[in-house]
């Protein structure tokens, strides 16, 4: 693994993700629930992995500087359930939902949004969960679509306050933090 010093990822931020997420009953408490909603699906293995693992990097930031509970059912679910097969990849996204209706927040994380996130966007618009997006262009998408399901365009907010930049890169940016170069 890379250490980056911009990010401020250590070494071994898996490990310690998933120690957070095996202990987080410890620490719920007055924790808001924040439900985190980024791109997963691809055309390759690779890219699906790494879409599971940048939804791993959002629950990291956000369990460390939001003080939040963070909900990801594809940072893990994909390990159990086939994206590829139409059955299990609608039990995932019922799952999905199914977390997202006990979470106080949703956060719009990555640098582009896709079907299964328009989907967790319009539950959450739904059921009045405040919604923040980190990404300006993603932002824009998230209004447009809101607008044209009906909804407030005040049902999503745009972060600017630099929370972490982790949260606004999509998979693509964050991929040289946790993969080692090889010289070709």
């Not at 890219?47 to 940072?75: C, D, E, L, Q, S």
Request: aromatic residues 12%; proline residues 4%; glycine residues 6%.
């Amino acid at each position: 693994m890379l250490k980056n010093n911009y990010l401020n990822l250590p070494d071994n931020w898996e490990e310690i993700w998933e120690e957070m997420m095996l202990h987080r009953s410890d620490v719920t408490g007055n924790r808001d629930r924040v439900y985190i909603c980024s791109s997963f699906r691809s055309d390759t293995v690779k890219g699906m992995f790494r879409n599971m693992k940048a939804a791993r990097v959002y629950t990291f930031y956000t369990y460390i500087h939001v003080a939040g509970v963070p909900v990801a059912p594809h940072a893990y679910l994909p390990i159990l359930l086939n994206d590829h097969n139409e059955n299990e990849r609608a039990l995932a996204l019922s799952l999905g939902l199914q977390l997202l209706e006990n979470c106080d927040r949703l956060f719009v994380c990555g640098d582009r949004l896709s079907y299964g996130m328009y989907g967790e966007i319009a539950e959450a618009a739904k059921r009045k969960i405040p919604i923040l997006v980190f990404n300006w262009q993603v932002f824009e998408g998230v209004q447009a679509f809101l607008a044209h399901e009906g909804f407030s365009a005040d049902a999503a907010q745009f972060d600017d306050s630099g929370l972490h930049p982790a949260l606004m890169w999509g998979a693509d940016k964050l991929v040289p933090y946790w993969e080692v170069e090889r010289n070709a």
